[in-house]
Antibody, heavy 120, light 108 residues
Framework: EGQLVESGGRLVQPGGSLRLSCEAS????????MNWVRQAPGGGLEWVSR????????VYADSVKGRFTTSRDNTKNTLYLQMDSLRGDDSGVYYC?????????????WGQGTLVTVSS | EVVLTQSPGTLSLSPGERATLSCRAS???????LAWYQQRPGQAPRLLIY???SRAAGIPDRFSGRGSGTDFTLTISRLEPEDFAVYYC?????????FGPGSKVNIK
């Protein structure tokens, strides 16, 4: 059964940078589009980014466009989220997700999440 | 961007009762690509329903989804204690894929 494990979340100052990682196991990582979804403290879910199976295409929510970069290393079964110019409203739990099937937008696999706190 | 509105915001019911949650889209959801997720406190969301009415693997048949176009419903036929949680709808027919604000089902 598939598993996703995020890491890299921590306290960072406004304007700072952070890189999150998501290690996948139990499925053919290189066949699937992958996504980042975040949840502000006490808030709802917000889709952040999606990347194609070969890493050739990535799309972003307007709220992070130009500041966040998603990439993947299919040799390491790992998804990344490079977060620059961080702001307070970027704080929250960041989840790595996989679709039900290769390019599906319904997310059947979620990691446990990693907490990012942007504060001085 | 497709904006999703969920109602009610909070629903207080007793175990064994029926829960009906609504999700309304600002425009037609392409291919009725509408999903429902359950989130319990301290846990990641869990996919319940995809493509409006298909149950995900391992989801009990007390959960059912229906709808089309802009109006969608999640029904829990008889609430079990573990069903008291927050429920989110999501459309994935058009990018950006968007979530509703959630509906919380409380124990009465």
């Amino acid at each position: 059964e598939g598993q996703l494990v995020e890491s890299g979340g921590r306290l960072v100052q406004p304007g700072g940078s952070l890189r999150l990682s998501c290690e996948a196991s139990g499925f053919s990582f290189s066949n699937y589009w992958m996504n980042w979804v975040r949840q502000a403290p006490g808030g709802g879910l917000e889709w952040v980014s999606r990347i194609g199976s070969d890493g050739s295409s990535a799309v972003y929510a307007d709220s992070v466009k130009g500041r966040f970069t998603t990439s993947r290393d299919n040799t390491k079964n790992t998804l990344y989220l490079q977060m620059d110019s961080l702001r307070g409203d970027d704080s929250g739990v960041y989840y790595c997700t996989r679709g039900l099937y290769f390019a599906s937008g319904s997310y059947s696999y979620w990691g446990q999440g990693t907490l990012v706190t942007v504060s001085s | 961007e497709v904006v999703l509105t969920q109602s009610p915001g909070t629903l207080s019911l007793s175990p064994g009762e029926r829960a009906t949650l609504s999700c309304r889209a600002s425009q037609n959801v392409i291919n009725n690509y509408l999903a429902w997720y359950q989130q319990r406190p301290g846990q990641a969301p869990r996919l319940l329903i995809y493509s409006t009415s298909s149950r995900a693997a391992g989801i009990p048949d007390r959960f059912s989804g229906r709808g089309s176009g802009t109006d969608f419903t999640l029904t829990i036929s008889r609430l079990e204690p573990e069903d008291f949680a927050v429920y989110y709808c999501q459309q994935y027919g058009a990018s950006p894929f968007t979530f509703g604000p959630g509906s919380k089902v409380n124990i009465k």
